[in-house]
């Protein structure tokens, strides 16, 4: 009877004990702000379609990207542990045009707040923050505030606002009546922004109605006197916009040589408060798009696209699709995420979330490209080709066990590998069957589509090479390690593990040299650009030789790196954000 | 006249694979001091609890909101589950360290100290407010440390003191109460600057330890070889029964089973030659290698009979022997990582207390040597070598079935490694086992139908080589209908093995010695069990076969030697039984089956 009674206590102790976040903040107001990963689509009257990504964080995670003078603002006014403490609403808009801003809100005891904006042409930073909804949020409530709307008082701000009830429907600008469902309330505000030093002020009168989860979706007013507005819509898809990244310098065919280019960080721009380097911490592998970088922060709330030149990386764009991002690639010209909820959202070269799908299980493994569609593979071992345009799966097939890895889409075919220590085939038109192989728990897979040859690593330490017509096994070796790479060139085949390079003929499976383990190999023409730990280096795939090396530092404990080929450029990545490149020549 | 009928032969088999060993391998009551009863309770329901996660873990997946971590890895779990892993984590230490308190001091030694870095290890996760790290003397550290205090004093005071039910209670109570204060400190705290510390300190907690099971995944992986070799004889020893040992129709019967094995064994063997032109280039590759393995463990058969002077034991002797051996070979075959598990704990915790981060590089090169395969061949071909020297001391010691079986895993493990680390490739395969085996045993029935002395007895021989030679071919698909289920072979695999050896590997419990009391063994063999299914319903609730390890990998290599030297061994009683006969017999002693 004890024991059980100990047994029980401590289960429900441990239950209890376990708080996995703190109550929300805000009061009633909070039901009005979307949730994590909502989207929404509004219009202006000039039609510009505005696509608005809503993320939730608490503290730091919500302001590591913002400019420095925010964050020190921030911090003067809540100090450390307020900040840390703080819980915040975000809204990345983005517009036809490619023009971006963030809105950082908080909900806190006064309600909802706006705090701050920046990355387009305006920047404000409203200390007190400025009060847009109250914790009552109740019709009859009235407030004004005043303060800075930019630190120092370079700019300041009035404000005089009341929730008012939402009588009659609300029509976007078709006429299309906006739905309200779970209630809506309204909030007319006067805000004047104003320059001391010579006087200039502005002045916005604005009705907005603030709906259950969604935000503000509908709104009307003026900017000194000229009409202004917006109106929510429901398209359920957009065609991608801006042009996918351009063609960058491929990587010759017999490499010479690296040229190191300078060491540098990630950037990003902001036309209003200035460049500033990004504070943050990144999970890997890195995706590699033709010049551009896809990375993921190291709390997995946000997509970044990074453009590579020879002077370093600039931030694109970075989009929140919600949840814990736990995927990523460019695939075609969309860049897609994949979610610990279960989801897939795409995005377009602007950073527009273009649509996102539900699947069966997470996507752990890298989404791949058949053609511009992309392949998924779930948990659950689903496998779907999706549609580029709408994310509508164009078939599903069950691998009839846990899927394990990426798809390997290469010609008509995808492979998959699965954790019954399978590997399929399937056309990459229809889904079906065309072969399917005993092939152990395959950790890594290359493929060559010119020699009709799937090259690929088991956990048992065995290398198979698969013919890709039939699935018939062409020859094995054995690979000590973790494998960690393979690069299929030239007639030979690098696999490179943990403990071990092994060069092996493609043909026959001869051992062609060996080396010591490495981190990661990537194809540059008939050479492979090999991650060593304290060193990059050129090699012939087919004799070994090093045609040239360059010296990195070792990582530091918990740090990661990763290594990715775009264009000409080597690029290693470290989980703090410091890159080196070299360009093949 | 007898009004008892024999059984329906499928209740027989049904009863000679499942219900026999169940029934005589079970956890029961031999004799229990009062109160470990409900301990013993207790953990069966955490043991099924497990089970029930990892068969369910798909659903309970889809059916709840999932936590993911990311960084160097991925790691999604469902998160209400998360406080019942932990739970199970809790009675699995606590079953470990209440045995630790009776059984002898070098034992008590370990396991006290693994309890104690492992209470530690959990209290230093409670880093703070904040988790800015550095050191901070927090509300969990401070519980760890009395909890380690506490543990070290009761152990000491209680090591001469017999068995009580409450000295669970006291050690389940300590260790809960400072894992909750550590882990429920740490996520209040965190909760509210947005951080959920709690997915991130099971699974840190997971892949700290769960390198312990790794043993019992080892000695997992080999019950599939163990139901094979059962189901082979019982299949036999049923046509036996079914005729009666007075019938007239034993010898048909026999008869009819052994060429209806034959038949298959040659079509398994021969018909996709046929149909492909000849044999699979890998399983010709795999001949030489298999055969010369298969000498090497036929030779010592014979040289320690000679060396002990009696016969070697039969199918019986060679199971016998593997059971007593298992568990040691398996704890002899994974020696670094309990080492390697304290060194890294011993460091976190340390850390956790101020020490420099370069001293935690340097303890993380240190395990990544130990840990890589060149380290690990050469410590597997060391464990070997011993074996074989074991094998012979037991042998002139005149013990039957452990040396073979001793022997036999000895030079498999040295096949498996010596090559690998000389650069040498010799492959061999259980598919060309499976033939060759197939092949000497149809030579041998030819032999004896040409030289009309296929008796009864020879008949049920040859049947039971031909079956356990499909076995060493086929052995793996008796996971597979799980494997179906849970969709991942490797999990059915280590899951099977997990929940058979729960069932009827229990033996060691019903013993009972000065230095390793009764009560002692039952709760080592439950914490064992239970934190071995434990680990796996975390890889199982991650739907990743890596997290926190990847069992199955031991689970096979388990198979791979141990489950190969088993039915190798029990082949090898086979033919040595008929080799004995037929050296003795002049003529058939049974009835002929030829005739």
């Known amino acids: 009877m004890v024991v059980s009674i100990t047994a029980l206590a401590l289960a429900i102790g441990l239950v209890v004990v376990d708080v996995p976040e703190a109550p929300v903040e805000g009061g009633a107001a909070a039901r009005y702000v979307p949730l994590d990963g909502h989207r929404t689509l509004t219009t202006r009257g000039d039609g510009v379609i505005t696509v608005t990504e809503h993320s939730r964080t608490v503290g730091l995670d919500g302001v590591f990207d913002a400019p420095a003078s925010i964050v020190n603002a921030m911090f003067g006014q809540w100090g450390d542990r307020g900040v840390r403490e703080a819980q915040l609403w975000r809204a990345s808009r983005t517009e036809d045009g490619g023009a971006r801003t963030v809105d950082l809100y908080r909900l806190s005891e006064l309600g909802v707040s706006q705090i701050a904006t920046w990355g387009g042409e305006l920047g404000f930073v409203f200390e007190p923050e400025l009060v847009l909804l109250s914790s009552t949020a109740t019709p009859g409530d009235s407030w004004s505030s005043q303060g800075d709307a930019l630190p120092g008082g370079v700019l300041t701000y009035t404000a005089a606002m009341s929730v008012v009830p939402v009588t009659g429907a609300l029509l976007d600008y078709d006429g299309v009546e906006i739905s309200q469902q779970g209630g809506c309330v309204g909030v007319q505000a006067t805000v004047v922004i104003t320059d001391p030093s ?78 500033y380097i990004a504070i943050g911490q990144y999970s890997l592998p890195v995706s590699a798009a033709v010049s551009d970088l896809v990375l993921v922060d190291d709390r997995g709330d946000s997509l970044e696209s990074w453009a590579l030149d020879d002077s370093g990386a600039t931030r694109r764009w970075s989009g929140r699709p919600g949840g814990t991002v736990v995927s990523a690639a460019a695939v075609g010209d969309l860049t897609l995420a994949t979610t610990d909820r279960r989801q897939v959202a795409a995005y377009d070269a602007l950073g527009r979330r273009l649509w996102s799908t539900t699947t069966d299980e997470v996507v752990v493994a890298t989404p791949a490209g058949a053609g511009a569609d992309p392949v998924v593979v779930t948990r659950a071992g689903n496998v779907l080709r999706l549609d580029a345009r709408t994310g509508a799966p164009l078939w599903s097939v069950s691998l009839g066990a846990d899927g394990r890895g990426a798809p390997v889409p290469v010609g008509d075919i995808v492979l998959a590998a699965d954790e019954r220590e399978r590997l399929s085939a399937l056309d990459a038109d229809s889904g079906d069957l065309l072969w399917r192989i005993d092939a152990g728990l395959v950790d890594v897979i290359s493929v060559s589509q010119a020699e009709s040859l799937a090259v690929l690593a088991a956990e048992s330490g065995t290398v198979l090479a698969v013919s890709l017509a039939d699935g018939e096994v062409l020859w094995r070796s054995a690979l000590p390690g973790l494998a960690r790479s393979i690069v299929n060139s030239a007639g030979a085949v690098l696999v490179v593990s943990n403990e071990v390079m092994l060069a092996l003929d493609s043909d026959t499976g001869a051992v062609l040299w060996r080396g010591v383990g490495a981190q990661a190999a990537a194809s540059a023409g008939e050479a492979v650009v090999v991650l060593l730990d304290n060193e990059v280096q050129l090699r012939d795939i087919a004799t070994g030789f090093v045609i040239d090396r360059a010296p990195v530092q070792p990582s530091s404990p918990g740090v990661w790196r990763s290594i990715a080929i775009t264009g000409a450029t080597v690029v290693v990545v470290d989980s703090t954000g410091v890159l080196r490149m070299w360009e093949v020549q | 006249m007898s009004t008892e009928r024999t059984p329906p032969a499928i209740v027989s088999f049904f009863t000679g694979i499942v219900i026999r060993p169940i029934r005589e391998g079970r956890v029961r009551d031999t004799g229990w001091p009062t109160g470990l009863l409900p301990i013993v309770v207790l953990a069966s329901v955490a043991f099924v609890l497990a089970i029930s996660l990892i068969l369910g873990g798909p659903v309970i997946r889809a059916g709840s909101s999932l936590t993911a971590s990311v960084g160097g890895g991925v790691l999604t779990l469902p998160r209400f589950i998360l406080p019942t892993v932990l739970w199970l984590v809790i009675i699995a230490l606590a079953l470990m360290q209440t045995s630790a308190l009776h059984v002898r001091r070098s034992l008590s030694v370990i396991l006290t100290v693994m309890t104690v870095l492992v209470v530690l290890f959990i209290g230093a996760l409670d880093l703070g407010a904040d988790g800015a790290g550095g050191f901070r003397l927090t509300a969990g550290k401070v519980a760890s440390v009395i909890a380690a205090i506490a543990l070290i004093a009761f152990t000491v005071v209680r090591r001469r003191s017999r068995f009580a039910w409450w000295e669970f209670a006291a050690v389940f109570a300590l260790l809960g109460v400072s894992v909750a204060i550590a882990i429920g400190g740490s996520a209040a705290q965190s909760a509210v600057f947005g951080i959920d510390v709690v997915p991130t300190a099971v699974a840190i907690i997971m892949t700290a330890i769960g390198q312990l099971a790794v043993p019992a995944a080892l000695a997992a992986g080999v019950v599939v070889a163990q139901v094979a070799v059962t189901a082979s004889r019982s299949a036999v ?75 070697g034991p039969d199918v019986d002797g060679v199971e016998a022997g593997l059971e007593r051996v298992a568990i040691p070979v398996a704890i002899g075959l994974t020696i670094t990582i309990a080492p390697i598990v304290m060194l890294l704990l011993s460091i976190q915790i340390a850390a956790s207390w101020g020490l420099p981060p370069s001293i935690h590089s340097l303890t993380i090169s240190v395990a990544g040597v130990l840990g890589s395969s060149t380290v690990v061949a050469i410590n597997r071909s060391i464990i070997g070598a011993v074996l074989i020297v074991i094998a012979l001391v037991l042998a002139r010691r005149g013990s039957r079935g452990a040396p073979e079986i001793l022997a036999a895993i000895g030079l498999l493990a040295l096949a498996s490694t010596i090559p690998s680390l000389v650069g040498v490739a010799v492959p061999w395969s259980s598919d060309a086992l499976a033939m060759l085996i197939a092949a000497a045993t149809l030579t041998a029935l030819v032999v004896l139908l040409v030289r009309r002395r296929l008796d009864e007895s020879r008949a049920a021989l040859l049947a039971t080589s031909l079956v356990l030679s499909a076995a060493m071919a086929w052995r793996e698909v008796i996971a597979d209908p799980l494997s179906i289920v849970i969709g991942s072979s490797g999990i059915a695999l280590v899951l099977f093995g997990f929940v058979w050896g729960f069932v009827t590997e229990a033996k060691p419990t019903h013993g009972d010695s000065l230095e390793y009391p009764r009560p002692a063994r039952v709760l080592l063999f439950l914490a064992n069990a239970v934190f071995g299914v434990t680990v796996l319903a975390f890889g199982v609730l991650a739907r990743d076969l890596d997290v926190p390890l990847n069992l199955d990998s031991f689970a096979q290599f388990g198979d791979q030697l141990l489950g190969t030297a088993l039915i190798l061994g029990a082949v090898v009683a086979l033919w040595s039984a008929l080799a004995v006969r037929s050296s003795v017999d002049s003529v058939p002693e049974g009835r002929s089956v030829a005739s």
């Not at chain 1, 979706?217 to 900017?223: F, K, M, P, R, Y």
């Not at chain 1, 109106?231 to 991608?240: G, H, K, M, Q």
């Open chain 1, 198 to 275: 010579d006087g200039a002020s502005t002045t916005l009168e604005e009705s907005t109605a603030w709906c259950a989860g969604r935000g503000p979706v509908w709104s009307t007013g003026s900017i000194d006197g000229e009409s202004a507005g917006l109106a929510e819509l429901t398209i359920r898809s957009l065609e991608p916009l801006g042009e996918p990244v351009g063609e960058a310098a491929s990587v010759p065919k017999r490499p010479a040589a690296l040229v190191a280019l300078p060491e540098t960080t990630l950037q990003v721009a902001d036309g209003f408060f200035g460049d």
């Open chain 2, 237 to 311: 020893a049923v046509t036996g029964r079914r005729a009666g040992s007075t019938s007239t129709r034993l010898p048909l019967l026999l008869g009819a089973l052994l060429i209806v094995v034959a038949v298959w064994r040659v079509a398994d063997v021969a018909l996709p030659a046929l149909l492909e032109g000849g044999l699979d280039s890998e399983l010709l590759a795999a001949l030489p290698g298999s055969a010369a393995l298969l000498v090497l463990v036929v030779a010592p058969w014979w040289g320690l009979s000679a060396m002990r002077g009696t016969p």
